[in-house]
């Protein structure tokens, strides 16, 4: 994995930044990108001494700032061999007859479009080279509707349908492609949602919850197979959880 260079989105905090430690101790080369730059320096700060690292400050809803970041790029680390597109988040859990608007918009944009627009940035470039390798993290929520779920699993849906079109489109080229689709993990995923609410330190209560350093080592798992072998879709559940709605909670 060595002269490897991955770029993470959402490098920020919970799986993305977890992942940036677990490639970083193999020595994969990194660019990091978040929209928190004070986060994105300090994490490059403590990664440096063991790989080199290169930040992009972008929100990947802006298509233009997207395309212009990558673009950016210097010499060292043009070539993207990995691309984890992990940033992403849930605003609300509401039931869609009194679901806000903006929090729809805000999914889509965050977790279809903004995925699509750096695909868009970087997949040229794999073609081009005929290697690469794409993991889209999508989540339980793409497979399984819950209830208030509706507009958040479906962009989780449409992450694993974008998903399966990438590996048939890029085939012929020798690109992989696959899903990692966790569960329940112990991120700032739930503050997010809830905007801060207290509600959200209920969500990994009285069980235990995925923690991002357990996604990023599967992460890491799928990168590092031999090159015939593509992990092209997982699904992770912590043991208490049996599907969405489905947890083992002892209190
Ligand atoms: P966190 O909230 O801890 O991390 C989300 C990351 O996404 C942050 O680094 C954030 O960076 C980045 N991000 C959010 N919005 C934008 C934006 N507009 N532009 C650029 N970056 C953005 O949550 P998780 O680590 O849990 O979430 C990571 C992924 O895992 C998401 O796709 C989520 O849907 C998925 N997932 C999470 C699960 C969970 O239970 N936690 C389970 C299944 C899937 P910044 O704010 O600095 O921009
Ligand atoms: C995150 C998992 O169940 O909170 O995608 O939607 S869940």
């Not at 994105?40 to 972008?58: D, Q, S, Y």
């Not at 070539?79 to 007859?97: F, K, M, Q, T």
């Not at 609410?197 to 009285?206: H, M, P, S, T």
């Amino acid at each position: 994995m060595k002269n490897k260079t991955a770029l993470i989105t959402g490098t920020t905090s919970g799986i993305g930044e977890a992942t940036a430690y677990e490639f970083a101790k193999h020595g994969i080369n990194l660019v990091l990108c978040g929209r928190r730059l004070k986060r994105l320096n300090t994490i490059k700060k403590a990664l440096e001494r063991l790989t080199n690292v290169h930040i992009l400050n972008f929100d990947v809803r802006n298509k233009d700032e997207t395309l212009k970041a990558i673009e950016s790029l210097p010499k060292d680390f043009k070539n993207i061999d990995i691309l984890i597109n992990n940033a992403g988040n849930a605003h609300g859990l509401d039931p869609i007859h009194s679901g806000n608007t903006d929090d729809w918009d805000a999914m889509m944009d965050i977790n279809v479009k903004g995925l699509l627009y750096v695909s868009k940035a970087i997949i040229p470039q794999m073609t081009e080279r005929q290697s690469g390798h794409i993991i889209n993290i999508g989540s339980s929520a793409g497979k399984e509707v819950y209830p208030k779920g509706n507009v958040y699993c479906a962009s989780k849906h449409a992450v694993l349908a974008i998903t399966e079109g990438m590996r048939i489109d890029l085939n012929p080229f020798g690109v992989k492609v696959g899903s990692i689709n966790p569960g329940l993990v112990e991120t700032e995923f739930s503050q997010v949602r809830f905007k801060g609410d207290a509600i959200a330190d209920n969500v990994y209560k009285g069980f235990k919850a995925l923690q991002a350093k357990d996604i990023a080592e599967i992460i890491y798992f799928a990168i590092s197979r031999p090159p015939h072998v593509n992990i092209a879709d997982l699904l992770v559940f912590p043991t208490a959880q049996a599907s969405s709605t489905i947890v083992k909670k002892e209190f």
